[in-house]
């Protein structure tokens, strides 16, 4: 295992330059730069001063400020010397200054990062504890009026857009309309530095409840599903027979001999959701005014923000990439039959 782990290790370094270059190359390469921002900003500032001074100012910008704005950038050397200049700072974990807050790009992420994180952390705990035992008891009671009902729930509930679903209950149960249980958005409340320890818990907690309905709502119903299938596979696996035949109780069959070869499906999906605490969600976040990951990277996109872009592209590749690693780590402690080589 250790000789795999280090084999791993090793191979994320090509990963991660193939990734980074790629996302690098394309963001470059493609139009509308900050330099192009800016100048056009420049431009629409001298048509609306009028007058003849209009073509010097343009004629200007096409020589001088050009060259001025592409040297502020960081635009007048080849895209591969930037990239290897990208490549050095990163040692330093120095991404730059954004273009468009102006100010470093590390900042910039860790004032967004709580929002996306702490969703992130909430969804992995909430579906794993809530998704694994209702998964089994699914499989025990495959075919079952139990089993079908709560099948027809949750496929109605993965086919609800988060879209949907967070306007929905917006309007039901944060609006002065109907219920007014929850509060319409935000993160917390604007008094909430006046609140005790126990009041600030309650506070997030209250405003957690309907973004982090929108965000469990698909992976509810594939986490759920995908274990009660693995689990009916492991039921029918020799083993478990042997087991039954020795007259061991059902539920030591299931939760002690069935149920851990059941999980090793499961642990393929942990990767992903360490991605989810960086990645957040744009329309969630939208609707709930959550001002997280999700949004900052639509925002950067659109203003071509390139230390940005970048920055969330080396954070995201090194969540998901170690990410992976460790599904393979649950792999071994989950079954230690499992030998990678």
Aim: net charge neutral.
């Amino acid at each position: 295992m250790f000789i795999y782990l280090v084999r791993r290790m090793i191979l994320l370094i090509p990963t991660f330059l193939g990734i980074t270059l790629v996302t690098f190359l394309l963001i470059n390469l493609a139009p509308g730069g900050p330099v192009e921002q800016k100048l056009q900003a420049m431009r629409f500032a001298g048509a609306m001063g009028g007058g003849d001074g209009g073509g010097g100012r343009d004629s200007a910008v096409s020589e001088e400020v050009v060259e001025a704005l592409k040297k502020q950038y960081g635009f007048d050397k080849p895209v591969h010397v930037r990239y290897f200049i990208w490549l050095r700072n990163l040692v330093h974990l120095d991404f730059g200054n954004s273009f468009t807050y102006e100010e470093p790009v590390i900042d910039v992420i860790a004032s967004k990062f709580p929002v996306s994180l702490q969703f992130g952390i909430a969804s992995l705990f909430l579906t794993y504890i809530v998704c694994i035992p209702l998964g089994v008891k699914k499989a025990r009671q495959a075919g079952g009026a139990f089993d079908q009902v709560s099948g027809l729930i949750l496929y109605f509930a993965y086919s609800i857009p988060p879209l949907v679903l967070g306007i929905f209950l917006i309007v039901f149960l944060a609006g002065s309309s109907y219920l007014n249980w929850f509060p319409i958005g935000g993160f917390q409340s604007d008094d909430y530095e006046s609140f005790t320890l126990m009041g600030k818990i309650g506070d997030r907690v209250w405003h957690f409840v309907l973004p982090l309905c929108c965000y469990v709502i698909g992976s509810f119903t594939e986490l759920t599903m995908l274990m009660r299938n693995s689990m009916l596979d492991v039921i029918k696996s020799d083993y478990v027979r042997t087991a039954r035949a020795k007259g061991l109780s059902e539920n030591k069959v299931i939760f002690k001999h069935a149920l851990r070869n059941a999980l090793i499906p499961i642990a393929t999906g942990l990767s992903g959701f360490f991605a989810l605490f960086l990645a957040g969600s744009l329309i969630i976040e939208q609707i709930f005014n959550l001002d997280g990951i999700g949004l900052l990277s639509y925002q950067s996109i659109l203003s071509r923000d390139y230390n940005v872009i970048m920055g969330l592209t080396f954070i995201s590749s090194m969540i998901l990439l170690f990410g992976r690693i460790f599904s393979d780590v649950v792999y071994v402690l989950i079954d230690p039959r499992i030998d990678f080589k």
